[in-house]
């Protein structure tokens, strides 16, 4: 079995209507108000559940980990009362599509991930969500999170990057197994961390009008069942054209 070769391969009817520009949510992300949005019943939740088992089988043996702790020298050599900085935190597993000899890359074109994430669907769907043309080149990863997996504090602003600094927007598919009981992602709303939402959705999609304050938190089991709690995250960064 092998992953479908296009993204729209994988949606509902509902969210077919998306592509094809009469679903409500056509344009949403380029409302000024909304930067995030959380969506469900758009994608096939049997054909999510086939490709997680794909994912579940093909993948763990080659994912790389990511574990950046929280500094120390953020507490002790602070000099200053309530000076605190936080880089971003993280600790989760991921397939980096940028380096093709990979183990995880290798695999994820043996599978036929790679066709997916990289299909003119995948592309076409975040466009219309957007509401503006997206350029054509994207950036693609998969991210695994385990129990006690999760993505602290972080903005994703890319001031340094000319293509980026000015915003980009990035889909998220989530795809837990049912080993998870949950997990939420908090975003901020007009200044404070405020917003919570669950993604931990068996065929979930999320979409960000980036930058913005966001974190993730560890991702729970339910009992007795860490071995086996995984949330896959297959995602694609989209610049503006």
């Not at 088992?53 to 020298?73: F, K, M, N």
């Not at 900085?85 to 043996?110: H, N």
């Not at 129990?147 to 293509?163: C, I, S």
């Not at 795809?175 to 939420?184: C, G, I, N």
Request: charged residues 25%.
């Amino acid at each position: 079995m092998n992953a479908p070769r296009e993204f729209e391969d994988l949606l509902t009817r509902e969210g077919r209507r998306v592509l094809a520009g009469t679903h409500a949510l056509v344009g949403a992300l380029g409302e000024p108000r909304t930067r995030f949005l959380s969506m469900e019943g758009l994608i096939d939740r049997t054909k999510a559940a086939r490709l997680r088992v794909l994912l579940d089988q093909a993948l763990p043996t080659t994912l790389e980990r990511i574990d950046r702790p929280i500094p120390p020298d953020t507490i002790w050599k602070m000099r200053e009362d309530y000076a605190e900085t936080l880089p971003k935190a993280t600790r989760a597993s991921t397939v980096y599509f940028d380096r093709a000899d990979e183990p995880g890359a290798r695999a994820a074109r043996r599978i036929g991930l790679d066709a997916m994430l990289r299909s003119a669907s995948f592309h076409a769907f975040a466009q219309a969500l957007a509401g503006r043309t997206l350029a054509r080149a994207f950036g693609r990863q998969v991210l695994c999170y385990g129990a006690g997996d999760y993505a602290g504090p972080h903005n994703d602003h890319h001031p340094g990057n000319a293509r980026a600094r000015a915003g980009y927007v990035d889909l998220h598919l989530s795809l837990s197994s049912p080993a998870v009981d949950h997990q939420w992602l908090v975003y901020a709303k007009a200044g404070h961390l405020s917003e919570i939402v669950p993604v931990h959705g068996a065929a979930t999609l999320t979409a960000y009008r980036l930058p913005f304050w966001h974190y993730t938190t560890p991702l729970v089991a339910k009992r007795g069942k860490a071995a086996k709690a995984r949330r896959w995250v297959l995602l694609g960064t989209f610049l503006y054209a």
